[in-house]
Protein backbone atom coordinates (compact mmCIF):
# COMPACT_ATOMS: atom_id res chain seq x y z
CA UNK A 1 0.00 0.00 0.00
CA UNK A 2 1.33 3.61 -0.82
CA UNK A 3 -0.33 6.98 0.09
CA UNK A 4 0.58 10.45 1.42
CA UNK A 5 -0.81 10.44 4.59
CA UNK A 6 -0.56 13.77 5.13
CA UNK A 7 1.31 16.92 3.46
CA UNK A 8 4.72 14.98 3.92
CA UNK A 9 4.57 11.90 5.69
CA UNK A 10 4.57 9.02 3.28
CA UNK A 11 4.48 5.15 3.31
CA UNK A 12 5.34 3.03 0.57
CA UNK A 13 4.89 -0.69 1.21
CA UNK A 14 5.50 -1.06 4.82
CA UNK A 15 7.97 1.74 4.81
CA UNK A 16 6.95 5.53 6.57
CA UNK A 17 9.11 8.39 6.08
CA UNK A 18 8.50 11.92 6.98
CA UNK A 19 9.87 14.11 4.13
CA UNK A 20 12.01 17.09 5.40
CA UNK A 21 11.11 20.19 3.79
CA UNK A 22 13.86 22.81 2.54
CA UNK A 23 13.49 26.23 1.28
CA UNK A 24 14.91 26.68 -2.59
CA UNK A 25 15.34 29.96 -4.25
CA UNK A 26 13.15 30.59 -6.96
CA UNK A 27 10.30 27.98 -5.47
CA UNK A 28 10.13 28.46 -1.49
CA UNK A 29 9.39 25.48 0.58
CA UNK A 30 9.76 22.29 -1.20
CA UNK A 31 9.41 18.04 0.29
CA UNK A 32 12.94 16.72 -0.11
CA UNK A 33 13.13 13.00 -1.95
CA UNK A 34 16.30 11.11 -0.26
CA UNK A 35 17.02 7.62 -1.49
CA UNK A 36 20.79 8.16 -0.59
CA UNK A 37 21.94 6.61 2.51
CA UNK A 38 18.31 4.97 2.96
CA UNK A 39 18.14 1.36 1.55
CA UNK A 40 14.75 0.51 3.44
CA UNK A 41 13.23 3.34 1.90
CA UNK A 42 14.96 2.61 -1.57
CA UNK A 43 14.22 -0.34 -1.85
CA UNK A 44 10.67 -0.48 -0.84
CA UNK A 45 10.47 2.14 -3.53
CA UNK A 46 11.99 -0.20 -6.09
CA UNK A 47 9.77 -3.02 -5.42
CA UNK A 48 6.62 -0.75 -5.76
CA UNK A 49 7.69 0.84 -9.21
CA UNK A 50 7.86 -3.34 -10.80
CA UNK A 51 4.82 -3.18 -11.91
CA UNK A 52 5.12 0.69 -13.11
CA UNK A 53 7.92 -0.53 -15.58
CA UNK A 54 6.41 -0.36 -19.66
CA UNK A 55 5.93 -3.43 -21.41
CA UNK A 56 8.72 -4.21 -23.74
CA UNK A 57 11.31 -2.31 -21.56
CA UNK A 58 14.63 -3.70 -22.55
CA UNK A 59 17.12 -1.24 -20.16
CA UNK A 60 16.98 1.62 -17.99
CA UNK A 61 18.46 4.63 -18.25
CA UNK A 62 18.47 7.15 -15.12
CA UNK A 63 21.01 9.84 -13.67
CA UNK A 64 23.09 10.44 -10.91
CA UNK A 65 22.55 11.08 -8.00
CA UNK A 66 19.57 10.15 -6.25
CA UNK A 67 18.36 8.37 -8.47
CA UNK A 68 20.89 5.57 -8.65
CA UNK A 69 20.70 3.62 -6.03
CA UNK A 70 16.66 3.40 -6.91
CA UNK A 71 17.58 2.31 -10.15
CA UNK A 72 20.07 -0.10 -8.72
CA UNK A 73 17.69 -1.83 -6.89
CA UNK A 74 15.05 -1.81 -9.97
CA UNK A 75 17.33 -3.39 -12.27
CA UNK A 76 18.19 -5.91 -9.72
CA UNK A 77 14.52 -6.76 -9.26
CA UNK A 78 13.88 -6.69 -12.67
CA UNK A 79 16.74 -7.88 -14.81
CA UNK A 80 16.93 -5.19 -16.64
CA UNK A 81 20.47 -3.51 -17.00
CA UNK A 82 20.72 0.02 -17.03
CA UNK A 83 22.86 3.28 -17.90
CA UNK A 84 23.42 5.44 -15.81
CA UNK A 85 23.95 9.60 -16.82
CA UNK A 86 26.50 11.86 -15.13
CA UNK A 87 26.20 15.88 -13.94
CA UNK A 88 30.26 16.08 -14.81
CA UNK A 89 32.40 15.41 -17.39
CA UNK A 90 35.08 12.55 -16.06
CA UNK A 91 38.49 12.41 -18.08
CA UNK A 92 38.02 8.77 -18.74
CA UNK A 93 34.93 9.30 -20.62
CA UNK A 94 35.24 8.61 -24.55
CA UNK A 95 33.30 10.47 -26.81
CA UNK A 96 30.21 11.04 -24.39
CA UNK A 97 26.21 12.29 -25.45
CA UNK A 98 25.59 15.80 -23.64
CA UNK A 99 22.42 17.57 -23.33
CA UNK A 100 21.85 20.45 -21.01
CA UNK A 101 18.82 20.93 -18.55
CA UNK A 102 17.71 24.54 -18.17
CA UNK A 103 16.31 23.97 -14.61
CA UNK A 104 16.44 21.15 -12.27
CA UNK A 105 13.57 20.92 -9.56
CA UNK A 106 16.00 22.91 -7.76
CA UNK A 107 16.24 25.90 -9.95
CA UNK A 108 19.64 24.52 -11.03
CA UNK A 109 20.86 24.11 -14.62
CA UNK A 110 22.68 21.42 -15.33
CA UNK A 111 24.83 19.46 -18.18
CA UNK A 112 24.32 15.93 -18.40
CA UNK A 113 27.13 13.62 -19.76
CA UNK A 114 26.70 9.85 -21.45
CA UNK A 115 29.42 7.91 -21.52
CA UNK A 116 29.46 7.04 -25.62
CA UNK A 117 30.31 3.35 -24.38
CA UNK A 118 26.87 3.36 -22.58
CA UNK A 119 25.54 5.03 -24.90
CA UNK A 120 25.74 2.59 -27.33
CA UNK A 121 24.29 0.18 -24.83
CA UNK A 122 21.04 2.07 -26.22
CA UNK A 123 21.45 1.13 -29.48
CA UNK A 124 18.37 -0.42 -31.05
CA UNK A 125 16.56 -0.98 -28.07
CA UNK A 126 13.22 -0.02 -25.51
CA UNK A 127 14.79 2.10 -23.28
CA UNK A 128 12.77 3.14 -20.13
CA UNK A 129 13.71 6.48 -18.07
CA UNK A 130 13.62 6.11 -14.44
CA UNK A 131 13.85 8.66 -11.87
CA UNK A 132 13.83 9.34 -8.01
CA UNK A 133 11.33 12.09 -8.88
CA UNK A 134 9.90 14.00 -11.54
CA UNK A 135 9.42 17.79 -11.38
CA UNK A 136 9.39 19.88 -14.66
CA UNK A 137 10.45 17.20 -17.29
CA UNK A 138 13.32 18.92 -18.18
CA UNK A 139 15.77 15.78 -16.82
CA UNK A 140 13.47 13.34 -18.33
CA UNK A 141 13.07 15.77 -21.77
CA UNK A 142 17.46 15.08 -21.81
CA UNK A 143 17.17 12.15 -20.80
CA UNK A 144 14.73 11.23 -23.71
CA UNK A 145 17.50 12.95 -26.00
CA UNK A 146 20.19 10.90 -25.29
CA UNK A 147 18.05 7.49 -26.09
CA UNK A 148 17.35 8.44 -29.79
CA UNK A 149 20.82 10.36 -29.82
CA UNK A 150 21.76 6.67 -28.87
CA UNK A 151 19.73 5.02 -31.80
CA UNK A 152 17.22 3.96 -28.96
CA UNK A 153 13.48 4.22 -28.40
CA UNK A 154 11.86 5.66 -25.15
CA UNK A 155 9.77 2.88 -24.08
CA UNK A 156 8.14 5.22 -20.99
CA UNK A 157 8.89 7.24 -17.94
CA UNK A 158 8.47 6.33 -14.45
CA UNK A 159 9.62 7.65 -11.23
CA UNK A 160 8.94 7.38 -7.59
CA UNK A 161 7.11 10.69 -7.05
CA UNK A 162 6.11 13.75 -9.48
CA UNK A 163 6.19 17.13 -8.08
CA UNK A 164 3.87 19.39 -10.41
CA UNK A 165 3.08 18.58 -14.20
CA UNK A 166 5.61 17.42 -16.45
CA UNK A 167 4.45 17.41 -19.68
CA UNK A 168 4.90 13.76 -20.67
CA UNK A 169 3.00 10.82 -19.17
CA UNK A 170 5.44 9.69 -16.10
CA UNK A 171 4.20 6.34 -14.22
CA UNK A 172 4.58 7.10 -10.21
CA UNK A 173 3.95 5.78 -7.25
CA UNK A 174 2.50 9.05 -5.65
CA UNK A 175 2.18 12.65 -6.09
CA UNK A 176 4.00 15.18 -3.48
CA UNK A 177 2.68 18.49 -3.45
CA UNK A 178 5.07 20.80 -5.55
CA UNK A 179 5.48 23.40 -2.59
CA UNK A 180 4.25 23.25 1.28
CA UNK A 181 3.53 26.37 2.94
O1 LIG B 1 11.85 17.20 -13.53
P1 LIG B 1 12.98 18.12 -13.17
O2 LIG B 1 12.49 19.51 -12.87
O3 LIG B 1 14.09 18.11 -14.16
O4 LIG B 1 13.58 17.65 -11.78
C1 LIG B 1 13.86 16.31 -11.47
C2 LIG B 1 15.30 16.12 -11.08
O5 LIG B 1 15.57 16.92 -9.93
C3 LIG B 1 16.18 16.12 -8.93
O6 LIG B 1 17.54 16.16 -9.08
P2 LIG B 1 18.48 17.08 -8.18
O7 LIG B 1 18.71 18.36 -8.88
O8 LIG B 1 17.93 17.18 -6.82
O9 LIG B 1 19.83 16.28 -8.21
P3 LIG B 1 20.42 15.00 -7.41
O10 LIG B 1 19.59 13.80 -7.71
O11 LIG B 1 21.79 14.90 -8.00
O12 LIG B 1 20.41 15.34 -5.95
C4 LIG B 1 15.73 14.71 -9.22
O13 LIG B 1 16.69 13.79 -8.80
C5 LIG B 1 15.53 14.67 -10.70
O14 LIG B 1 16.69 14.21 -11.35
Redesign the pocket.
Known amino acids: MSGVLSDLTIRIGDVERVLPTVRTGNLGRVPLVEFIGDPEFTNAAAQAMLPLLPAGTEILLT?????LPLTHELSDRSGLPYVCAR?KRRTYMQQPLIQD?PS???G?AETLWLDGPHAARLRGKRVAIV??????????QALAKFVVQAGGTVSGYLAAFRQGQ?PMDVAVLQDLPRRVP
Open positions: VVTNAKVLSLVQDVVASGGTAP
